[in-house]
């Protein structure tokens, strides 16, 4: 057989979404604070705009779209963002960015990822043969990813952050900036939640530090905003002044092509939905009420649907994990499966509902401040 | 800034849809037979399935589905090709299959591709840093891709072909078997257009060779045979028996979160519409028409909506296109954007309608045999 990418073999990552379902066959009445997917259905509003989209195609022949998106929506998104409609590439799921993003660089180049962070930054790195170094969110930082004294080409940012739900402030993202500009970097950023950001000092976007367009590349998505999970829109901005623009169009024309018409038509009128405006709000309201009951071994859930809870003394987060599960029927998500500086938290996912969260507290009221 | 990858500078390709458009400008009164896109609607059975998902999702939360494919879709395509359903990856479209497939293979692999040919199979391993073996289709070979004399390591086939209409039989397809398992290469077999097969030789899958299962990877489409070019879904099978199933679905789990509900759902109905059906049938009888008129220069067609005409002594493919535009208002797609065997070729598409092939034959009957 043709010989097959060696680098694969690198990822030794424990894939642990099976691990967590295995545990949790057989058991009752759950309460899954584990994964980050969406609770509430669907909003009317968005539905409509699909179902409207599809009559549409039965009306008239709509085939191939522009690999970059459909300008009705790279318009809208342009006016939303205040860049030029050109920098914005609507794809599948941010996912698909993060993950191809890394086909415009050298093999050679130097990746710096936050750990703990989300597996496709340093998993795609590694399997097109790079080596990456981990840039630690620990209690020590506040979970700030701080620049390395190392040179680093490509960075990989989330704020509000996945999985610890701490967001970086304006002086936080400074800092990088002028990192990136120094060593001549680009920063990915990763801003799948910024709708959930609160605080007046947390930027819902890089660029609004002066200078970021040409260090930073932002990626946004409509999963956790506006319930697409299941739907998948998610839109990058590259902006020309970081030279990419074009490699990136060139890139996206020949692997992709495009995110299909109804449901572009659907993020379009995500934009002005006001009930995607209430969940998010709703699950904002389950972060709070979850950081409220469990007290101070909780990190964020202020800017986020992702809390990061300090596990016992002398357990690990496998251990803490089990325990939930076994002793309370509560889901979570062990930190290891995050990223080695995830040992010692796990994470709790807001993306539910109140009942739920009120079943959830009352079995973990032993562990109530 | 960053090293960017050199590669993408080695592709010289002339992008060439932007230019017909240029040249389309202005004009009036066009038969298009250029794209390949779809030329009728969506037909009913399939807006409706989908409408009906839609409503499912603004009844229950239906979020992140399985990378590779819902049960109910990979269960349904496993009896269709009587393969394990395990065997089965959807996925948005069989471009970003065909673009994801190489990253699974060393950069030393050497990559045979045939000439003319769909784009995305060399470009896609020229940008990861690999050389190309061009395998040419020309009339000197009934353009029927012949196994080399040289070692190759992945060879990429399209049967019924793209640009040039004409199918593989059984037995050219079994010398492609015998080179892959003389050589220990792996054949990446594009069947997007086996929907289309009329001629009873003409094996619609390669499965059908004995043996095949072991040295190559099969791709569909909705696109074509369904009309689902705007709707992006495809398939890939992947057979445990060539080693790499395991490896797929590990890249699939890490770069990809799966194809929309919605169109997953579109496209379980589509297995059982019979408009999808007859609209196959319509392609094909206007690609028999503009067979049967135009004539012994004219090849494909017959298990393929692409007609593969060759151009006038004398003309390049450019020049030719440009006289069918200008002096006759047809659109068409010159030979060479299809790589260098394309030239003195031009494609014609049938993915049309019949009032527009009658049109489009009064303008040609100079041409007329």
Same mark, same amino acid.
């Given at each position: 057989m043709a010989k097959v990418n060696p680098h694969f073999q690198r990822i030794q990552r424990e894939i642990i979404f099976p691990v967590i379902e295995k545990k949790m066959e057989g058991k009752k009445n759950l309460v899954n604070l584990g994964i980050g997917d969406v609770a509430l259905p669907l909003t009317p509003h968005i539905s409509q705009a699909i179902k409207d989209a599809t009559t549409e195609m039965t009306n008239r022949p709509i085939g191939y779209g522009p690999a970059a998106g459909y300008s009705f929506l790279r318009s809208a998104l342009s006016e939303k963002h205040n860049v030029p409609a050109?920098?914005?590439f609507i794809s599948d799921g941010i996912n698909s960015d993060l993950a191809g993003i890394q086909e415009l660089f050298d093999t050679s180049c130097k990746i710096g990822v936050i750990d703990p962070g989300y597996p496709v930054f340093g998993d795609t790195n590694i399997m097109a043969g790079r080596d990456i170094t981990l840039l630690p969110c620990t209690l020590e930082n506040n979970f700030i990813p701080q620049p390395p004294s190392c040179h680093l080409d490509l960075i990989y940012l989330c704020s509000p952050g996945n999985p610890t739900g701490v967001a =970086? @402030? @304006?002086s936080d993202l #400074?800092?990088?900036i002028d990192y990136a500009k120094e060593e001549k970097a680009l920063i990915i950023f990763d801003a799948a939640y910024n709708s959930f950001i609160t605080? +007046?000092?947390v930027p819902k976007s890089i660029y609004d530090i002066p200078g970021a367009k040409s260090v930073a590349i932002e990626m946004h998505s409509f999963s956790k905003s506006h319930g697409f999970t299941?739907?998948?829109?998610a839109y990058s901005i590259v902006p020309h002044e970081t030279g990419l623009n074009a490699m990136w169009q060139m890139r996206q024309n020949t692997k992709y092509n495009g995110c299909p018409y109804i449901v572009q038509k659907g993020a379009l009128a995500a934009l002005t939905c006001l009930d995607s405006k209430r969940q998010v709000q709703s699950y904002l309201e389950c972060a709070q009420m979850l950081k409220n009951a469990l007290g101070n071994e909780i990190f964020g859930g202020k800017d986020s649907p992702y809390l990061w809870w300090?596990?016992? #003394? +002398? =357990? @690990?987060s496998w251990q803490f994990f089990d325990l939930l599960l076994d002793e309370h029927n509560i889901v979570s998500i062990p930190g290891l499966g995050f990223g080695k500086s995830g040992e010692g938290y796990v994470r709790?996912?807001?993306f539910t509902t109140k009942p739920e969260v009120e079943k959830a507290l009352q079995r973990l009221n032993v562990y109530a401040h």
């Open positions: 050109g920098e914005i =970086m @402030t @304006t #400074e800092k990088w605080s +007046d000092n299941g739907l998948r829109c300090k596990v016992p #003394e +002398d =357990m @690990t709790l996912s807001a």
